[in-house]
């Protein structure tokens, strides 16, 4: 198909890529660097690939560092890696020539795992980088340069009954059709001998899984797989333009579904117990949306997914809802039962006698009707990546549907694959997990001193956290500091001044939207006032109260629904900030000290009323956190410095060094450090606690 028409907007399911090669960026890069460039343009373009999916290679001449010779070297995505965000060590770098002597080793099909232990001893200049299962692929083939891609509008083709009529009608024989076969080196030496019985073939369409192509360099090797692409997606869009994608609409979208699915995801993330606590990521895209309401939903959804890309990330096939049933526990239960029950099932129908023990058994992806696509997983980014590649999977049946029935993959093959002793041996070399990673924290005050440097230690050891503060454009600075430094998946903000019942409820709302639940709640947000209590007004006393006692009431009333939900994996902690203040009275202070006790003491009320539930509430009690603190930035800092006759510039830090028994500085991290301590497991036996973090003050000694 040389010619593609425009279309018009509502026909173009399909994206269509465009070459973004720039020869003048090229020109002046080394063979190495036109191999990563090809590969990052590739993999940067979702159009072309998915996260993690595919892999490039180039035949170069390099210099054997042990003989001086040239020598023939094949450059080809190593194990694991991102060909959009890769750098040149993300390449495996292997001898040519012992590569190909590796089938004097190969016997047959039963030899493909063997043949992957082979690949360590064909490395180049002692090169770190594991070669991937698909090494064979780029190996066996005598082309200088090769691409092996997965597009949506590929496979939806190589998923479909009508895809190899579809591939000679779109291309004219010029790419190939072979039937499925597991990666490895089996599917090397078939697609090998494939290409030399069809000369002058441009690349081979691998049903199930994907297409290879191959030319002379690299940015033809580019432009090639962008056409073929293109091809692919323009030919699948003029048959979507004749009638409505999966048989048209039964379920509209729901208005209220974001209110749902806030209620909803902690209550399945409760009953999705299991070795490691579960975050969740919902969508509800138009692709997530038009399937979940379609006709042809639940024929489909049972299918399951076809490519071994998408089910390793999203298990072989979801869990569906009925939407008319989502605030019935009883059946969320009866729901999430059948559906382990049938994956032990699947396990023991297909399990190998060397096969892995059972993985968890909870579904991945959960698709409701007029609400759209919900993923859970260990930690957010697999969560939101599991609801992306599901996604993929949504655009394959809408394609393949198009041009005859969408066919999943072989329920013993899906097994192989999400099985196979090789995925198992990458899964254990995975470092293990960081303490917080699954746990969810909301931060008030989350744009201030203590909060920010709270929010940072909590995401250091992997939990995901909502900053919540009064300061729209503050938080939002915090917020896009923390993406930066940990990763966007990690950290969403909110506007909440802790006052308003009704922004704490839509916070808390949003946090259970945005990552599945609570886990950790650190009542933080705070102000400060100094006043002898003749000119303490009932304004000033109120406004003490609001923020620092009602405040504190109204963020723990809005955790404990969805920490209870987490009882049965570990419980939940909440942990006020509270001072030293709260302890030991202080001169001028009457407004502030005493709301800070009523706060400490609510705690204690807390702690008694959430252990039933697993629910453990301490207390951190600051003094003097003077760096980075807004508080003090403010009026307040002049309040205590009048209040003690000293200069609030010069004087202020050093009187309460000197204050203090320790004679040190009491920093943000310092009272991170100790927030982290109560919210982590380090203190799964303590609640009802303080601990003060006041560099000594015997007046706070508690009692």
Known sequence: ??????????????????????????????????????????????????????????????????????????????????????????????YQDKLLGLETHYGGEADDDRMVGYLPHCTFNLNGRAASIDTPLHALLPFAHVDHVHPDAIIALAASSGGEAASREIWGGRIGWLPWKRPGYTLGVQLRDYVAANPGIEGVMLAGHGIICWRDSAKACYEHTIGLIADAAYYLNTKLADAPAFGG???????????????????????????RRKLGHWSDDGEALEFTGSVAFERLAT????????????????????????????????????????????????????????????????????????????????????????????????GAEAIGDYIGLD??????????????????????????????????????????????????????????????????EVRGGFAKQFGKDLVRAVLCDVTDEAQVAAAFEDCAREFGGLDILVANAGIASSAPIEETTVELWRKNYDVLAEGYFLTARAAFPLMKRMKEQGGAAIVFIGSKNGIAAATNASAYASAKAAANHLARCLALEGAPSGIRVNVVNPDAVIRGSKIWDGDWRKERAGAHGIDPGSELEEHYRQRSMLKRDVLPEDIAEAVYFLASDMSAKSTGNMINVDAGNAQAFTR
């Open 249 to 275: 609409q039964a379920i509209a979208p729901n208005p209220d579904r974001g209110a749902i699915v806030a209620d909803l995801m902690p209550r399945l993330r409760g009953l999705m117990t299991g070795a």
């Open 1 to 94: 198909m040389n010619k593609r028409q425009t279309l018009s907007p509502a026909a173009t399911a399909f994206a269509i890529p465009a070459s973004r090669w720039d020869d003048g960026e090229a020109c002046s890069k080394s063979p190495a660097d036109l191999l990563l460039y090809r590969s990052n343009l590739l993999g940067s373009d979702l159009t072309v690939t998915n996260f993690g999916g595919g892999n490039t290679s180039a035949k170069l001449v390099e210099v054997d560092p042990l003989t001086g010779e040239e020598v023939e070297v094949l450059w080809v995505k190593g194990s694991g890696g991102d060909i959009g965000s890769m750098k040149l060590d993300g390449f495996a770098t292997l």
């Open 303 to 398: 299918i399951g997914t076809s490519c071994p890309d998408h089910f390793l990330r999203t298990k072989i096939a979801p869990l569906t809802l009925d939407p008319a049933r989502l605030t019935d526990d009883a059946y969320l239960v009866e729901k999430l039962a059948a559906y382990r029950a049938l994956y032990a099932a699947y396990y023991e129908r297909c399990r190998r006698p060397n096969s892995p023990a059972m993985r968890d058994p909870n579904p991945v992806v959960v698709l409701i009707p007029g609400v759209g696509r919900i993923t859970f997983a260990t930690d957010k980014t697999t969560a939101r990546l599991a609801g992306e590649f599901y996604g993929n999977a949504i655009n394959v049946m809408r």
């Open 411 to 476: 329920e013993q093959e899906a097994f192989d694959i999400e099985y196979w002793l090789l995925e198992e041996a990458k899964l254990q070399r995975m470092p293990a997990p960081k303490p917080l990673v699954g746990r969810v924290a909301l931060v008030t005050g989350g744009a201030g001193g203590i909060g920010a440097a709270t929010a940072a230690r909590l995401m250091a050891d992997g939990a995901c956290v909502m900053l919540a503060d009064r300061d729209a454009e503050a938080v939002e």
